[in-house]
DNA sequence: CACTTTCTGGAGTTGCTGATCCATTTTTAT
DNA sequence: ATAAAAATGGATCAGCAACTCCAGAAAGTG
């Protein structure tokens, strides 16, 4: 993932490149990264064209910074919910949480950073690493959750938190996507539940 | 999911339009919906541009017709396997199977239906209902051989099979969307074994 | 206050891409 | 055989979207 050139930016220019990225992201979760036209952005960031290029080299670039925004966005969120949960309970209720905010969205769009991956992954190499950096925060923020469960001694030591964690974020992700296709949250609920039973068989 | 209009085919016009079926799909597949033209497909095929409209209205009709070909392709292909699938040394043997299959392709281009799914979730209604269509046949047939299971008295007949088989979709399409994202079959490895070690818990 | 740098506005320009049109050939049906 | 329907070739069009350019305003710097 290639970093933007270092820029000297004013307290002003900071903010119009925030709006920028911020329109951008919302944009692109719901009509997609090609659906996305930078005139639309230019619209919703309430810009000129010519800014877009000032902050961003090309579309390419403002995608980049996309990726970045929203793995802040949805993994430092998830990194502080798993910074207490350390029982089997606390799981049920992050899992909870996510299904309610689903079923708030009306089941529309999935994870904003699975959407980017899957349209990027093999078109932009920088998108699908800086993707891959998320899910990595993503899955070390579960496992620091297992690793504490450890510690209480609620989990057997023995057990694999880091398989534990990935097969977690897997069922996340294809339970997120079944939710998306077929519009309800009975999938994510599904596998989310069933892999919460796990974790709880080996807590015993 | 709206049928292509009943049209009178010769068999010849049967084999141009399976051309342009297979050429989009593999294009859409490398490349994206949104990535791949006409052009590219005209090209691919090896028709002319007038061929394609002849065939399809518009381009939305032309990924409709890849989604039913992905989802016969692959859902149709795993349909065979779970038609003997009745014991956890075969799901284990069907897990290395797709583990292999992702070495192969280097890990590129995740689950094509998948991968139409994500793209086309919120822009295209009759595209997301083809690959709800495609997972529900492909969750029926992970669900069947879970219930072969059940009648042979390997999995207990308390056993939610219904929900079990839509985790494992779900497991199997996030380590997909992981192992594509990351290069490396390990995660979509993690999420299979633990959701076939679960399997095993209740197998008992 | 000078002077440089950053920021902004908005009118182009260029290339591509989905879509159309029509003439011609091939196949089917009576 | 002959008319009708289907299939094909290829040129062309129209719109759009990424990107450029330049002039001028605002903001920092000494």
Not at 176 to 195: E, F, G, I, K, N
Request: aromatic share 4%; proline share 2%.
């Amino acid at each position: 993932m290639t970093t933007t050139p270092a820029r000297r930016l004013t307290r002003k220019g900071e903010q119009t490149r925030a709006r920028i990225v911020e329109a951008a992201a919302d944009l692109m979760f719901v009509r997609g990264v090609a659906g996305t036209t930078l005139d639309h952005v230019r619209a919703e960031a309430g810009v000129s064209s010519s800014q877009i290029y000032h902050y961003f080299s090309d579309k390419d670039a403002l995608v980049r910074a996309v990726v970045a925004f929203q793995n802040d966005a949805i993994v430092g969120q998830h990194e502080r919910s798993f910074a207490t949960l350390d029982s089997v309970p606390a799981l049920r209720a992050w899992r909870d949480q996510i299904v309610a905010h689903q079923e708030r969205m009306q089941c529309q769009g999935g994870c904003p950073i699975a959407a980017l991956g899957s349209e990027l992954g093999e078109l932009d190499l920088d998108a699908r690493e800086g993707v891959a950096i998320g899910f990595h925060r993503w899955q070390a923020a579960i496992r620091h959750g297992f690793e504490a469960m450890q510690s209480r001694g609620t989990l057997p030591a023995e057990v694999d938190v880091e398989t534990l964690a990935t097969a977690t974020l897997a069922a996340l992700q294809g339970g997120l996507l079944l939710c998306q296709m077929h519009r309800s949250t009975a999938p994510l609920a599904a596998a989310l539940d069933t892999m919460l039973d796990h974790v709880e068989s080996l807590a015993q």
